[in-house]
């Protein structure tokens, strides 16, 4: 039950994707390169300026799927002074760099098209002054640190959970459709049909599964999410082909199957309808497997640089990036993070499939009647 509850949470925070991330920019790929290398819980003082022009309003499904550009600058403040109309600020610099010169803005600068000049110069300094105070200045905290790049953390790793999920899903479907259509023509018709599936099963059985990954990837002579997705269903599906195959083997030779071939019943209505449903059970646990082993699949092909491509965030791509770092403060959590991401996942996957097994296991079921 652990599993499925840290299952379904990771589910809602992959569904809700940008409406909860602190940074919902595309990608969470909002970077400051003053605040690179960040210790979980920093928080600093931020000026906001709006852009000019205006960024133009993304629709809500828009936003839910690929986030939407801030419509402001963010530069991080070590001090300020306000002095008529104008705003004086020291840039935030880390220790052990050189201070930056002051930078000056006036109030139009902060306020873009909010405000026109007339209003501007109509309002009062005091007035002015306040509602920067109260609208453009303001702290902000990073929960779980920034990265190499000067990106939050705890964005990359929510947006992550999306990817991870995603594609675990995709290639539990691909695995799961090629393995049953592979297996299930092998045991039904047997003969020179089965010894051939059984040996093209063999031969991509006796591949590493990374490899074979690496070896479609550069065949579809591209990199990015989909073709991830993609490449890892597509060595998967040996696992469930066996499975269904020897399934197969057995179910068919069962009274009720020989009576329906005497009765006349169409060979896919005897499949479809009277054996692949008895396979429910097993293929919903090695599915459940598969989900896992998809999970790490793709952190190591991330990892490897030959997963998702920057910017989009993967967790096996946040190890590597932290494990350049490693030897530095930043270094430690930026690996640990990610890494306790995958752990948790795909001890979920385990343990829910473990469960379902139990629950599927017939002399188990005896046993507890």
């Known amino acids: 039950m652990v599993g499925f509850f840290f299952i379904l949470l990771a589910l809602i925070m992959a569904l809700l994707g940008y409406t909860i991330m602190p940074d919902a920019s595309p990608n969470a790929n909002h970077s400051i390169v003053q605040l690179q290398k960040k210790e979980p819980g920093f928080s600093v ?43 004086r600020i020291n840039p935030y610099v880390n220790k052990h760099s050189l201070p930056e010169q002051i930078r000056i ?16 110069q109509q309002l009062s300094p005091a007035v002015l002054q306040e509602k920067v105070k109260e609208t453009s200045l303001f702290y902000k905290t990073y929960l779980l640190g920034t990265d190499r790049a000067g990106r939050d953390v705890l964005s990359r790793l929510l947006l992550g959970t999306r990817i991870s999920l995603g594609i675990g899903l995709v290639a539990v479907l691909i ?13 039904y018709f047997g003969g020179w049909v089965d010894k051939t599936m059984l040996f093209l099963m063999t031969v991509v059985w006796s591949i590493p599964g990374i490899m074979l990954v690496i070896a479609i990837s550069l065949a579809f002579d591209s990199r990015g999410v989909w073709v991830s997705f993609v490449a890892v269903g597509l060595t998967m599906w040996v696992d469930v082909a ?26 896919s209505r005897l499949i479809f309808r009277h054996i692949l449903p008895n396979l429910m059970g097993p293929l919903i646990v090695i ?9 790490l699949m793709e952190a190591g092909l991330s990892f490897l640089g030959l997963g998702v491509q920057p910017p989009a ?32 996942l795909v001890l979920s996957f385990n343990l829910l499939g473990n469960g379902l097994r139990d629950a599927y296991d017939p002399q188990l079921l005896i046993h507890n009647a």
């Open 242 to 267: 066996r499975l269904v195959r020897g399934q197969f083997l057995s179910i068919k030779e069962k009274a009720y199957i020989e009576a329906g071939r005497i009765l006349g019943l169409p060979q």
């Open 45 to 87: 003082l931020m000026l906001r300026l709006k852009k000019v022009p205006a960024q133009p309003n993304a629709t809500i499904l828009q936003k839910w799927l690929f986030g939407q550009e801030l419509p402001y600058h963010e530069i991080p403040v070590q001090s300020f002074r306000m002095s008529g109309k104008s705003i």
């Open 287 to 295: 599915g459940t497997a598969n989900f896992a082993a998809a999970i």
């Open 175 to 187: 695995s799961v459709s090629l393995g049953i259509v592979v297996g299930a023509v092998a045991g």
């Open 313 to 344: 965030p993967s967790w096996g791509m946040m190890v590597n990036e932290g494990f350049q770092l490693i030897g530095t403060k930043a270094g430690l959590f930026l690996v640990v993070l990610p890494s306790i991401c995958i752990s948790l």
């Open 105 to 120: 803005f006036s109030l139009n600068e902060v306020f873009g098209l909010e405000l026109s000049n007339l209003e501007v």
